[in-house]
């Protein structure tokens, strides 16, 4: 075969800058928003063992945590909280001198340029663990609603810029929806978890947020890792009753769903790149078997290569230093 045969690809790889020129995919500190935990009655941060560099952080350290956030260039917080009371409607979601309301209003006056996310779930504050009311070892759905419409309005009260509900309720969207705007919050988006498969890449997470279900499993309502088609009815019933960005939960293991849902809608798409993906990377390079660096640029900049505009990550931190460099 003649040489003038073939195409050389290789002409555009030449060099580093070379590379830099023609790369179609690019990360920056404000495609992250940075998962924070905040636990309640803490005077000290405390580690969480299960995902190294990631901490509860104490309410009363909150502002040394966003001037790290701010020096780093990041530009947008998910908040969680840890309760130090649970009971079995999670009243301290919608309390609204609850840790995660305190945190928003804190950050809100401390550092308004930053974006909050507020995380709408009943999980963290339910003694039993799971994502709404239970009856009778049922998941109750639609008395479930009231209550996480409830949260939703004491955390756009308290300033949350997002709203972001991950219960895996059906019609969580259309009664958070209803209820924002009968409250006089028509203006606050709605950030679904639109896509959130029963993954067993969440156990980190448990620890960091004390959510683990106390019987049972959310095989009910979160979704079958086997099913792609569901995801698209699952993004369908969203869009239509009212969401203004959707998540896809996990990543990783999910990039079909993120690639499918970015050619078929076009809102802005959400990756969550959660607390398994990001374990299991900091435990592999410990022992020095992966390049950090280069294994999670190569990892965050496939999420947005497969259609993602945010990623919400662990990573937000070391990468932003990365960036800088």
């Known amino acids: 075969m003649m040489a003038n045969e073939f195409k050389r690809h290789r002409r555009l790889r030449q060099s580093a800058s070379l590379r830099s020129m023609v790369r179609e995919t690019h990360l920056h500190p404000e495609d992250f928003i940075f998962p924070l935990f905040v636990v309640e009655g803490a005077t000290e941060n405390n580690d969480v063992g299960s995902m190294p560099g990631v901490y509860q952080v104490a309410y009363n350290n909150l502002k040394t945590e966003l001037d790290e956030i701010i020096e780093l260039g990041l530009t947008s917080v998910i908040i969680f909280g840890v309760p130090e009371v649970k009971d079995p409607y999670g009243k301290e979601a919608y309390n609204d001198e609850g840790i995660v309301q305190k945190s928003i209003r804190f950050i809100k006056d401390y550092a308004p340029q930053l974006t909050v996310v507020a995380d709408t779930c009943l999980c963290q504050y339910t003694d039993h663990g799971h994502c709404g009311v239970v009856n009778g070892g049922v998941i109750e759905n639609d008395t479930s609603l009231e209550l996480l419409a409830k949260t939703a309005v004491t955390q756009a009260e308290a300033g949350a810029d997002i709203i972001a509900p991950s219960n895996m309720m ?156």
């Not at 960005?245 to 802005?268: G, N, Q, W």
């Open 170 to 325: 059906d019609g969580f969207v259309t009664y958070i929806r209803k209820a924002l705007d009968e409250s006089g919050f028509p203006q606050i988006p709605i950030m679904s978890y639109a896509v959130k498969y029963s993954s067993a890449f969440y156990g980190p997470f448990r620890d960091a947020a004390h959510s683990t279900p106390q019987f049972g499993d959310r095989d009910t309502y979160q979704m079958d890792p086997a099913n792609r088609l569901e995801a698209k009815r699952e993004v369908k019933s969203d869009l239509e009753e009212g969401a203004d960005f959707l998540i896809i939960k996990p990543a990783l293991s999910y990039m079909d769903i993120l690639r499918d849902t970015r050619e078929e809608t076009d809102v802005p798409l959400v990756a969550y790149n959660v607390s398994g993906e990001y374990s299991m990377i900091k435990a592999a390079a410990s022992q020095g078997w992966v390049d950090e660096k280069a294994i999670v640029t190569e990892k965050l900049l496939s999420m947005k290569r497969a259609g993602a505009d945010l990623i919400v990550t662990y990573h937000a931190k070391d990468m932003a230093r990365w960036l800088k460099e």
